[in-house]
Nanobody, 125 residues
Framework: QVQLVESGGGLVQTGDSLRLSCTAS????????MGWFRQAPGKEREFVAR????????RYADSVKGRFTISRDNAKNTVYLQMNDLKPEDTAVYYC??????????????????WGQGTQVTVFS
């Protein structure tokens, strides 16, 4: 069993930056594909970014490409989401998730077996 805990959310202005962290306990994350998702009020949870375990191949949603960067530190069992140039439309609860299987449809919530509890990011203009 893997427990994931997100941190680093907050209230920021348009154009600011935040770095979210997702730390795991229970098992090492080094062999897991890790993803970040977000859910805005009244909307479905959506894919944000994903990183592979070994070569750190990355994939991003079009809405965050060029502004967000996903990274991992396997020694610390932690995955990060650096968010720059934040916009009000980035306001959401951000969740990290772990996929042990290298699922084909990486944007699908069902691909991920483990989820954190989420951290709130609010961007005001």
């Amino acid at each position: 069993q893997v427990q994931l805990v997100e941190s680093g959310g907050g209230l920021v202005q348009t154009g600011d930056s935040l770095r979210l962290s997702c730390t795991a306990s229970g098992r090492t994350l080094s062999s897991y594909y890790m993803g970040w998702f977000r859910q805005a009020p009244g909307k479905e949870r959506e894919f944000v970014a994903r990183i592979s375990p070994y070569l750190s191949a990355r994939r991003y949603a079009d809405s965050v490409k060029g502004r967000f960067t996903i990274s991992r530190d396997n020694a610390k069992n932690t995955v990060y989401l650096q968010m720059n140039d934040l916009k009000p439309e980035d306001t959401a609860v951000y969740y990290c998730a772990a996929d042990p299987k290298n699922s084909l449809v990486v944007t699908d919530l069902k691909a991920y077996d483990y989820w954190g509890q989420g951290t709130q990011v609010t961007v005001f203009s």
